[in-house]
């Protein structure tokens, strides 16, 4: 069974970056695709960015430039960097084993961005 625990959110003024990590366990983590996902008060869940075995990366287009995924195969764990975070930024992050296909969810981790 995959078991996620994220880490590293909190709140940040706009324009700041916050760091989020996922310790991943319970799977072949190094042959595994990662991603992290969001959901804001009231609106669906949505893949943020992911990262193939390989370290192949894919962006939705609101955080190209501003996100960075990243991947540690020795410490079985997924980064998040977030810089020039934005209000619309807010919401409850999720990493989640996208291959292959698991069904296992974290806790998440609150990012908040607030003046």
């Known amino acids: 069974q995959v078991r996620l625990v994220e880490s590293g959110g909190g709140w940040v003024q706009p324009g700041g970056s916050l760091r989020l990590s996922c310790a991943v366990s319970?799977?072949?983590?190094?042959?595994?695709?990662m991603g992290w996902y969001r959901q804001a008060p009231e609106k669906q869940r949505e893949l943020v960015a992911s990262?193939?075995?390989?370290?192949?990366?894919v962006y939705r287009d609101s955080v190209k430039g501003r996100f960075t995924i990243s991947r540690d195969n020795a410490k079985n764990t997924v980064y998040l960097q977030m810089n020039s975070l934005k209000p619309e930024d807010t919401a409850v992050y999720y990493c989640?084993?996208?291959?292959?296909?698991?069904?296992?969810w974290g806790q998440g981790t609150q990012v908040t961005v607030s003046s």
């Open positions: 989640k084993q996208l291959l292959p296909v698991s069904t296992a």
């Open positions: 990262i193939s075995y390989r370290g192949n990366t």
């Open positions: 319970g799977t072949d983590f190094s042959t595994a695709t």
